[in-house]
């Protein structure tokens, strides 16, 4: 694979430095042209050469993401609460879901919203929707923001890192094989993940009794 759309992006990027990783970690949480995996690997790799400080680039792009996530959070939020149930209700029937679920739904976000908004941030496409969703359903906004924090941390540096140690350790060639092989791997990983997690909730007591 000779063309490499990441590399290219990137070699645009580096002529504005530390203020074009923010531009761009914000603007992926609204144009998602490229995935974010891939710009983060390049980073990192971009860190590896000397293009800019490896914690400073870290920072750059959780800053721009974060930005994003409150932007979406907050225009959301706008809505307020009877607009928002309203277009929340739309949104479920288009998947055949009464209103007594989304109830149920809205409720259980709001007991378990710091882990859902930690771990939504780490799933590919529905990381960028987590925050319209929190707003939708009338999430608290400071614990939102922070699980979120954490979680956009989490996945920055994740693939910041695998990227400044994929430029040290291994010939990475072409950027986005390297996005693509390791978003495979992200994938894999939270597929297993799950798995063990619908098997260890069908083995408590009681549960059974729960989903009827």
Do not use: K
């Not at 914000?26 to 980073?43: C, D, H, T």
């Not at 998947?95 to 007594?100: C, E, I, L, N």
């Not at 925050?131 to 939708?136: G, S, V």
């Amino acid at each position: 694979m000779d063309f490499d759309p990441v590399a290219a992006i990137m070699a645009w990027i580096g002529a504005y430095g530390l203020v074009g990783l923010f531009a761009i970690a914000l603007a992926e949480r609204f144009v998602p042209v490229i995935p974010s995996y891939g710009l983060l690997l390049a980073i990192g790799i971009g860190a590896a050469d000397e293009a800019w400080p490896l914690l400073a680039g870290f920072l750059a792009t959780v800053a721009g993401s974060m930005f994003g996530c409150a932007a979406l959070f907050y225009s959301f939020r706008l809505l307020g609460t009877v607009r928002s149930a309203r277009l929340l209700n739309r949104a479920c029937r288009i998947f055949g879901m009464s209103a007594d679920r989304v109830e149920h739904r809205t409720a259980s976000f709001r007991r378990n919203q710091t882990t859902l908004a930690f771990a939504l941030q780490l799933v590919p496409t529905v990381r960028l929707f987590a925050p319209a969703f929190a707003a939708l359903f009338r999430g608290n906004s400071s614990g939102f923001m922070v699980a979120s924090a954490a979680g956009v941390a989490v996945w920055n540096g994740l693939f910041i890192g695998l990227g400044y140690y994929a430029s040290h350790s291994i010939e990475t060639g072409n950027i986005t094989v390297l996005a693509l092989a390791a978003l495979g791997g992200l994938l894999l990983a939270e597929a297993i993940l799950f798995w063990l997690a619908r098997r260890v909730r069908s083995r408590r007591p009681g549960a059974a009794l729960c989903e009827t």
